[in-house]
T-cell receptor, first 111, second 111 residues
């Protein structure tokens, strides 16, 4: 079966750094995405990892270890607008390529 | 800019009614997806399509069907709506291995 786990909720302070972890157990792994979703809005793309290592994009970085089935999203210099849910998603390939999501991590930023 | 549109933002239907949710994308993407999103459960894949007239079941296809007669349009059909299908429905599209683009969502209430 396919399983993606991430913490349900996290809290962090404005200006700080936070790391959101995601572990997965899937067959046919073919890449991992992170999305941001503000309340009442659609998810928007943040990052994509298909090879092991760190991908940096401004204040956001994402890391992947395929052998460990593990990824994290690192958010630096937190801003109040970063309060949102962060969704880890894995692309799996069998007869066709589908993308399955974890249940998301709700991040709250306090002043 | 990629645009994914959904036919309704809010919909209220009665138990037993046949419900159509429409999704249109304007970027010539071959892949289209239907998810439902419920608190604590994240996004769950209902069906996806990788080409016109081609479809694959996702993780929770029961009670749903889909239609893809044209590349830009992917319809989700609830043959006989039930109260446990009350949810937020999100459509997404992508091309190849790239990120998904999501529509604004349809909040369906079945009474």
């Amino acid at each position: 079966g396919q399983n993606i786990d991430q913490p349900t909720e996290m809290t962090a302070t404005e200006g700080a750094i936070v790391q959101i972890n995601c572990t997965y157990q899937t067959s046919g792994f073919n890449g991992l995405f992170w999305y941001q979703q503000h309340a009442g809005e659609a998810p928007t793309f943040l990052s994509y990892n298909v090879l092991d290592g760190l991908e940096e994009k401004g204040r956001f970085s994402s890391f992947l270890s395929r052998s460990k089935g593990y990824s994290y999203l690192l958010l630096k210099e937190l801003q109040m607008k970063d309060s949102a849910s962060y969704l880890c998603a894995v692309r799996v390939y069998s007869s066709a390529s589908k993308i399955i999501f974890g249940s998301g991590t709700r991040l709250s930023i306090r002043p | 800019d990629v645009k994914v549109t959904q036919s309704s933002r809010y919909l209220v239907k009665r138990t037993g009614e046949k419900v159509f949710l429409e999704c249109v994308q304007d970027m010539d993407h071959e892949n289209m997806f239907w998810y439902r999103q419920d608190p604590g459960l994240g996004l769950r894949l209902i069906y996806f399509s990788y080409d016109v007239k081609m479809k694959e079941k996702g993780d929770i296809p029961e009670g749903y069907s889909v239609s893809r007669e044209k590349k830009e349009r992917f319809s989700l059909i609830l043959e006989s709506a039930s109260t446990n299908q009350t949810s937020m429905y999100l459509c997404a599209s992508n091309s190849g291995s790239y990120e998904q683009y999501f529509g604004p969502g349809t909040r369906l209430t079945v009474t």
